[in-house]
């Protein structure tokens, strides 16, 4: 059974930090990429950052980079540091896993690949 479930959400000001944790379990060797979506009310999911297990690399968003860090700790622990958050941060955030040729698409392209395994997400509000 794959299991992706996130910790870390909450309420805090626009400059404000957060950081997100990502507890994956059960993943076959193929999905090699574990990453962060978000979703703003009534939008569609939005690629934010993934990092590529094989290689450890990470991507993300143009609109993070800078502002964002996602890595990965004891195998199965991925986190999203999040810095100099901004209103339009807000969403319900995502641990999300697939192969990583389709992730990296999706969060540095804007390729409309769904995802095939979602977590049940964790709300993150930016306001003053």
């Known amino acids: 059974q794959v299991r992706l479930v996130e910790s870390g959400g909450g309420l805090v000001q626009p400059g404000g930090s957060l950081r997100l944790s990502c507890t994956a379990s059960?993943?076959?060797?193929?999905?090699?990429?574990i990453g962060w979506f978000r979703r703003a009310s009534g939008k569609e999911p939005d690629g934010v950052a993934c990092i590529r297990s094989g290689d450890g690399s990470t991507y993300y968003k143009q609109s993070v980079k800078g502002r964002f860090n996602i890595s990965r700790e004891n195998g199965n622990m991925v986190y999203l540091q999040m810095n100099s958050l901004k209103p339009e941060d807000t969403g319900v955030y995502y641990c999300?896993?697939?192969?990583?040729?389709?992730?990296?698409?999706?969060?540095?392209?804007?390729?409309?690949?769904?995802?095939?395994?979602w977590g049940k997400g964790t709300p993150v509000t930016v306001s003053s």
């Open positions: 999300v896993a697939d192969l990583s040729s389709r992730m990296i698409a999706r969060v540095t392209r804007q390729v409309n690949y769904g995802m095939k395994y």
């Open positions: 059960g993943l076959d060797g193929e999905y090699d990429g």
